[in-house]
């Protein structure tokens, strides 16, 4: 997610072809004839990209520079210039907000930016922290790539480029540089993010990165693009319909704007599936384009569903930021559906949008009628609501709520997003009825006052504060050394701890932690989650969280592993760890579970309650996906391998080993046929003009019958299923092997066995004379296993559909 050079448009992603999973493939002459035939596509692809002329693109149907000099694109009228004073709300309700505002001087706007003449991208480093990381784009091959902001700076500063490199999406709010840019006074007065979603979800955000997992709110208001000389995004929308505005503080830029009419977005639609940006340069598609030339000082404001391009002609720094207001609604919900359309992946859409609504369409409710639906948030009383007088509402304010909550009300029940915050959303949306009803025939002119109806809270104004360099150096050293001094205190009390525990005779308490990674214990119990937590101290990884940190807050407890403390200002590269594949998460865990019941000898403590689930947190709360390309069924019947007479997971093979998916037979009707080309997966393949992030088979194509692959084994005798010694998939030689594999894997539990051997584990118990397993006719060596049969497990399953 960015500013005005991305948004909506899925693009283009690198060819990864689907590989062929290990021990997938029989014929290992067909292994190698396929990896021969991925590698000369990719090779292909790769040296169609690599070739450029002497402006550094990317192989393309057209030239840029061609575009740039063109006179079709020198048309007027399509871009209004004004002066930052004219700029008001009252503007906005008589005219609203329909073509691109271009200001020359930022005075008047309430703009405030750092110095263009000392503010560098070394300054930007200096804030934001080196060790950030960004999201950075290869313009010529559109793949993006992750480097360090220090790394970034090196490159930008560095005048031998080997590559262009585009940074177009890092968001810097809740950094040291979000204190020193102010967005415009406008767009504080109508952003949705400052007068309609919660305060206190937007003040509980203190992380300044931009994980979705982390966001308490729609966190696009502040960004910052650093780009090299000809860098070029092509036609897009900016996501979810968000307005922009757009500073540039050093360098220029160029756009070509096209205005969202109903013909346009049609147009746009097919080209995006069509799978040739690369071949069509979308202006010449439209019947007027217009282009536009921004320089240094310049500000541009780009209203909601513009489609445009983006061309860098000298290396430039860029502010701007993202917003919706209520002066477009029906063209932000408009463009949502062309996202829909377009099959743009979540992860490039507006943060939160459709929860946005509901809180858009509560905060006009509780403003106009006085009803609250928030929870926490009292309603007005009616002799209160009596004397106010009323508001007449623009018509752009208007037949936006009557189409959120028609956009809402054809939204799927699960894509609903209804915020835990509204206590009744059906009460709501009579409410928001009931005011459409009075403000029906609210008068155009009288809505013009100057003033929103949705006013923001005084709190979420910035503090603006002018840069200054040295201050900021002089903060960091600070922060570093408070923060050293709070480390040393923390493993001082740590030991301390230690050592009064240990005095005590409690060393069996302290050693059984060692393998709590999977769970967090605080006061109030125990949550399975990945980190854990003492006296109000988190750790995550081994790593004290850094709001801790500056909260100089003590753990005063003995029974936690020494942090390892990471400085945000540590000019070390760093990367984030690696995340551990599930089988071999539950192969560690149960082996650290073994260690610590073997020496911790069975007590009783908490720490130990939370080391024996470890593993069944992990797999209780995940699932697999089979060579169908579906997702089956949770590991519910999974035990931990700290009970009693627990076997290993199903994931896992009797060596720990994590279990090989089903692969395809290669003789039903979905093995032979083609891709479809129009569902979801095929959409989403680079060949089809999706972005290629799925990697997911062709929905007709899912074989009827995968088969288990040849390097699987029995759980209980560890031989393969033709009785043999397992061996890598490479020299596997199936023609020697006479029949099929006679392994079955239950479609219960998921344990691939031997059918005998399955049997001779219940010898000895109880109606083992009567164990019998059932097996499944829709799927080859699949069937209930006598276990479950006779605990009953199968009544109520049912087998898993594969078309």
């Known amino acids: 997610m960015s500013t005005a050079e991305t948004g909506s448009s899925p693009g283009k992603s690198n060819n990864n072809s689907n590989s062929v999973a290990a021990g997938g493939n029989a014929n290992p002459k067909g292994v190698q004839r396929r990896q021969l035939r991925e590698r000369k596509q990719r090779k292909l692809y790769l040296e169609e990209w690599s070739l450029g002329d002497d402006d550094a693109e990317g192989a393309r149907g057209f030239s840029v520079a061609e575009k740039l000099e063109s006179s079709k694109f020198a048309q007027a009228g399509m871009v209004r210039e004004m002066r930052g004073c ?3 709300v009252a503007f906005l309700q008589q005219h609203g907000f329909n073509i691109p505002l271009l200001f020359r001087e930022k005075n008047g706007l309430g703009l405030r930016m750092p110095d263009a003449q000392e503010f560098t991208v070394n300054d930007v480093r200096l804030c934001v922290g080196s060790r950030r990381l960004l999201d950075v784009m290869d313009v010529n091959t559109q793949k993006n790539l992750q480097m360090t902001m220090k790394e970034w700076q090196q490159y930008y500063d560095n005048p031998q480029k ?14 040291r540089l979000d204190h020193f840019v102010q967005s415009p006074e406008i767009v504080r007065q109508i952003d949705w993010v400052d007068v309609v979603w919660p305060k206190q979800l937007k003040d509980a955000q203190k992380e300044g990165t931009n994980l979705l997992g982390g966001m308490m709110y729609p966190k696009v208001q502040k960004y910052c693009l650093m780009s090299v000389k000809n860098c070029y995004t092509d036609f897009h929308i900016d996501f979810g319909g968000t307005s922009v505005w757009y500073h540039i503080l050093k360098g220029s830029k160029v756009f070509w704007l096209i205005p969202p009419t ?9 080209w995006v599936l069509s799978g040739k940006q690369a071949d069509i340069f979308f202006g010449d598609t439209v019947e007027k384009c217009a282009r536009v030339y921004l320089t240094a000082g310049n500000t541009f404001f780009i209203p909601t569903g513009w489609i445009h391009a983006v061309y860098t002609p000298t290396q430039s720094l860029v502010f701007g930021g993202n917003f919706l207001h209520s002066f477009g609604i029906v063209k932000q919900l408009k463009t949502a559906s062309v996202e829909d359309n ?21 905060r006009y409710v509780y403003t106009l009628l006085g009803h609250s639906h928030l929870e926490g948030e009292p309603s007005a009383s009616e002799a209160e609501m009596a004397a106010r007088p009323h508001t007449h509402l623009t018509h752009y304010e208007l037949f936006g709520l009557k189409e959120i909550v028609m956009y809402l009300y054809d939204l799927p029940p699960q894509k609903k997003n209804v915020p835990s915050l509204v206590l009744d959303p059906v009460a709501l949306i009579k409410d928001v009825r009931t005011l459409v009803e009075r403000h029906c025939k609210d008068q155009q002119d009288m809505a013009v006052t100057g003033m929103s109806v949705l006013r923001p809270a005084a709190e979420h104004q910035p503090l603006f504060q002018l840069y200054d360099r040295t201050r900021v150096k002089q903060e960091i050293k600070q922060e570093i050394a408070r923060k050293n001094a709070e480390v040393i205190r923390e493993q001082q009390q740590l030991e301390a701890a230690r050592e009064a525990e240990s005095e005590a005779g409690q060393g069996s308490h302290s050693s059984g932690n060692n393998g709590c990674n999977n769970i967090s214990i605080n006061s109030s119990g125990i949550n399975n989650n990945n980190s854990y937590s003492s006296q109000g101290v988190e750790y995550s990884n081994g790593v004290l969280k850094k709001e801790q940190l500056e909260n100089g807050t003590s753990t005063g407890h003995g029974t936690q592993p020494e942090a390892t403390f990471v400085l945000p200002t540590d000019t070390l590269k760093y990367r984030p760890p690696k995340k ?42 995940s699932s697999y ?26 994931h896992l093979t009797g060596t720990g080993q994590p279990r090989r998916r089903r692969t395809r037979c290669k003789n039903c009707a979905a093995c032979q046929r083609s891709d479809c080309g129009t569902c979801p997966f095929c959409m989403d393949m680079v060949k089809f003009g999706g972005p290629g992030r799925a990697k997911q088979t062709c929905m007709m194509r899912q074989c009827l019958s995968p088969m288990l692959p040849v390097t699987a084994q029995c759980v209980y005798c560890h031989l393969d299923g033709w009785r043999q010694t397992p061996v890598s998939p490479q020299t596997k030689q199936l023609a020697s092997l006479e029949g099929p594999s006679a392994l079955m894997e239950c479609s219960v539990c998921y344990e691939i066995a031997h059918p005998d051997c ?9 109606d083992a004379a009567d164990a019998k397993g059932i097996v499944n006719e829709d799927l080859p060596n699949s069937w209930e296993c006598p276990s479950c049969c006779r605990s009953g497990k199968n009544y109520d399953y049912k087998v898993r559909t594969l078309c």
């Not at 080997?162 to 950094?175: K, Q, W």
């Not at 996906?625 to 997971?649: I, M, Q, R, W």
Request: aromatic fraction near 6%.
């Open 580 to 621: 551990m594949h599930l089988a071999n998460a539950v192969a560690a865990a149960a082996t650290s579970s073994n260690n610590n019941t073997s020496n911790s000898g069975h007590s009783n403590s908490p720490t130990n309650v939370g080391n024996n689930n470890a593993v069944s947190v992990i797999a209780t709360s």
């Open 758 to 766: 399955a049997l001779s584990q219940l010898d000895g118990t109880e």
């Open 342 to 362: 377009t099959k743009v992946p979540q992860k490039f859409r507006y943060p939160f949008f459709t929860e946005m609504l509901w809180y858009v369409l509560a």
């Open 86 to 88: 004219d700029l008001t």
């Open 625 to 650: 996906v089979d060579g169908t390309g579906g997702l089956s069924a949770p590991l519910d019947n999974c035990p931990s391998p700290g009970e009693a007479g627990a076997k290993l997971s199903p």
């Open 262 to 270: 109903d013909r346009n977005l049609q147009l746009y639609e097919k």
């Open 162 to 175: 080997d590559r262009l490199l585009n940074v177009i999406s890092l968001e810097f709010s809740h950094t």
